[in-house]
């Protein structure tokens, strides 16, 4: 059964193994910048970390420019981390136009299993549960599978801009 976990260090070895297999790919949805790859692999820095993307959901905390109040979550499926989401609370002018509410990955090996679209439903829930009745999606007009993830939970195309597809999808609420 896939759930949405909030980040915690006791699944850092299964966290590990996720990002390892993803190679150079970017994780989507994780926060993790490649730069910082290395360096969180010490133990007391990725618990400092974690904690970083747990606060991170708080509406008061103060965050670099551009960014705004986001609840990451790991995808968890029988205790093991096997994917990423995040949802950002509200769109600024720039995620307005590309990168909207919602960010997720699936690790390579666990793809096309219907993971992405229980975690982006679950998801859904969480925008629902903060009052969102709809949530912008984008994604690069050649990314068949999300785009067809998309779809499956709902999604409708708006519009591209800037190269990005946008689409609006109902949380239910
Ligand atoms: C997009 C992504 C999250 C989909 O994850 P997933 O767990 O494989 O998705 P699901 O198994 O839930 O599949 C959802 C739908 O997409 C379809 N799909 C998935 N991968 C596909 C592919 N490579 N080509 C065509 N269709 C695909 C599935 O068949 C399914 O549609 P269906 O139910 O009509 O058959 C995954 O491919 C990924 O992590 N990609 C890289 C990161 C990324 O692009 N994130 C989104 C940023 S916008």
Not at 90 to 119: D, I, K, M, Q
Not at 125 to 141: E, K, N, Q, W
């Amino acid at each position: 059964m896939i759930e949405l976990v909030r980040p915690t260090v006791d699944l850092a070895d299964s966290w590990w193994t996720m990002v390892d297999a993803f190679g150079a790919e970017v994780i989507h949805g994780s926060s993790l910048r490649a730069e910082d790859r290395g360096r969180l692999r010490d133990p007391a820095v990725f618990a400092v970390w974690v904690d970083w993307l747990v606060e991170q959901a708080r509406d008061d905390v103060e965050l670099p420019e551009g960014r705004v109040p986001s609840s990451y979550r790991w995808v968890v499926d029988a205790d093991r981390v096997v994917g990423t989401v995040a949802l950002r609370h509200a769109l600024n002018p720039a995620l307005l136009v590309v990168g909207g509410h919602l960010g997720y990955a699936v690790e390579p090996g666990f793809r096309r299993r219907g993971v992405a679209t229980a975690a982006v439903r679950l998801a859904l829930s969480m925008a629902s549960a903060r009052g969102l009745d709809r949530v912008l999606i984008t994604c690069d007009p050649d990314n068949v599978a999300s785009a067809r993830t998309i779809e499956r939970v709902g999604g409708r195309l708006e519009d591209e801009r800037a190269g990005s597809c946008r689409y609006w999808v109902p949380t239910g609420l």
